[in-house]
T-cell receptor
Framework: SQTIHQWPATLVQPVGSPLSLECTVEGTSNPNLYWYRQAAGRGLQLLFYSVGIGQISSEVPQNLSASRPQDRQFILSSKKLLLSDSGFYLCAWSREPGNTIYFGEGSWLTVV | GNSVTQMEGPVTLSEEAFLTINCTYT??????LFWYVQYPGEGLQLLLK?????DKGSNKGFEATYRKETTSFHLEKGSVQVSDSAVYFCALVSGNTPLVFGKGTRLSVIA
């Protein structure tokens, strides 16, 4: 069966520091991968999605970036965090575009 | 573009009450519709889905029927429990576009 893991689960970072959130999917190949952010009271916002290695689509211009160095690995990064980057970040995967999306456990980021 | 509108929360119900959470959508083509649930401090879990008009998705006592004529996918449960307290998200996908979510509805069930 397929599983998705992301880490770290919780982190507190100062303003201006870098960020790296990692996500891996097991049990499938060539998944579509997604990063969503859930800010308090604002629902789910799609940040990035990827249909293959090195292919990244950005939905919202901001100081975050994503990379897909391997087929089942998806990384969310920032060079300098802002207070407004605080939120709950969710990695997700699907077999193909338009299919059901399955989510990881989420990562709580607090920028102080 | 594609969009989902769901009722504002929070919704507070007593145990064993009937639940309805409204969801309407706008989409090009023939979307698939989903309900996801997020329990406190956790990620999202797929609750149910429907892929074509008049389909009924069901799981854990929850149901939703894909109504093309009213572009709706309302979530219902006949008798809620305290353990159903969570945030519920309606979502759609159409063609090759990523999933689009509503803003979520927080449900609190009190004993």
């Amino acid at each position: 069966s397929q599983t998705i893991h992301q880490w770290p689960a919780t982190l507190v970072q100062p303003v201006g520091s870098p960020l790296s959130l990692e996500c891996t999917v097991e049990g499938t190949s060539n998944p579509n991968l997604y990063w969503y952010r859930q800010a308090a009271g604002r629902g789910l916002q799609l940040l990035f999605y990827s249909v293959g290695i090195g292919q990244i689509s950005s939905e919202v211009p901001q100081n975050l970036s994503a990379s897909r160095p391997q087929d089942r690995q998806f990384i969310l990064s920032s060079k300098k965090l802002l207070l407004s980057d605080s939120g709950f970040y969710l990695c997700a995967w699907s077999r193909e575009p338009g299919n059901t999306i399955y989510f990881g456990e989420g990562s709580w980021l607090t920028v102080v | 573009g594609n969009s989902v509108t769901q009722m504002e929360g929070p919704v507070t119900l007593s145990e064993e009450a009937f639940l309805t959470i409204n969801c309407t959508y706008t989409a090009t083509g023939y979307p698939s519709l989903f309900w996801y649930v997020q329990y406190p401090g956790e990620g999202l879990q797929l609750l149910l889905k429907a892929t074509k008009a008049d389909d009924k998705g069901s799981n854990k006592g929850f149901e939703a029927t894909y109504r093309k004529e009213t572009t709706s996918f309302h979530l219902e449960k006949g008798s809620v429990q305290v353990s159903d307290s969570a945030v519920y998200f309606c979502a759609l996908v159409s063609g090759n576009t990523p999933l689009v979510f509503g803003k979520g509805t927080r449900l609190s069930v009190i004993a």
